[in-house]
């Protein structure tokens, strides 16, 4: 038997409410040579029992006890058998032309001297409906070749989005699971230093928000996350200048988010909104570009959400 083209990795705990969504919009696709691994994480819900629904090209594996995203992402992997790994989140969606648009694009598209590592295309955020709420990366410019710099800038590559080359990724490492939160940035940055990534610049990949995501939940932890990260980065002098303003311009987005999410009271509220000002004030540059890049969809979705 043939090996597929494309393993699609998906890691699943507890997410049957969108399951099927999921994996149907893998099944869609006019790319046909690829496999799924779908990883249980131990769920004790009905996941498994969809998944096992599917068909050969489903294979299911399940950890026998619930382990870190990293190290099912990493276990899921090891069980693959493509040339190239793509992931999918379980509530999110892809349009039937995903695959096969970027399989093509990999293999094709030349920027440098480099090997092309990783591939991804733009994405919309969809509430749990399926209703289209705003492009992924809202107000930030998609960028392609050499994106080791835009990239430290702003994270704009959603992991259900990505194709990767498979032996790239032995080559750059396994997903770190001491950043817990930013593991896939992590990878994105690695492979991004030393390979090329293309962008297939059409809406291909649907991402799901809605009350169970666990991004949505734990924005705080991610800015903490992102904080480490970017202090992991600032040793490389090429970056360094940079690294700098993206701690903080993290450490501002954390103080808005965590005004956003305080439990109500006006006291809590004002304490909060003084330390923000009060940065603001000392810090009035990178406070313009904070306003102008993010006070926008996720600020505003929070706030909304919360009153």
Known sequence: MNQPIVSVIMNCYNSATYLSEAIDSVYAQTFRDWEIIFYD??????????????DHKLKYFKSEKTISLGAARKAAIDFSEGKYIAFLDCDDLWLPEKLERQVAAIA???FSERRNGLCYTSAVRIDGAGNTLLPYAYRIKLAQGNIYKALIEDCFIACSATLMDKEVYRVTGDFDEKY?????LDLWLRIAKD??????????TKIRMHAHNQSNNNLITIEEYGCLLTEKLIKDSDVADLCKKKIDELRLRKMFVQMAVAKKGVARFLKNFCVVIGFCLLHPIISMRFF??????NMIYLFFKKF
Do not use: G, P
């Open 108 to 110: 094709q598209a030349h």
């Open 195 to 204: 390979y090329d990534v293309v962008l297939v610049d059409q809406a291909l």
């Open 180 to 184: 817990h939160m930013v593991e896939e």
């Open 292 to 297: 102008k890049k993010y006070f926008s969809f």
């Open 41 to 54: 994480n131990d769920s004790i819900d009905n996941s498994a029992e969809i998944a096992k629904s599917y």
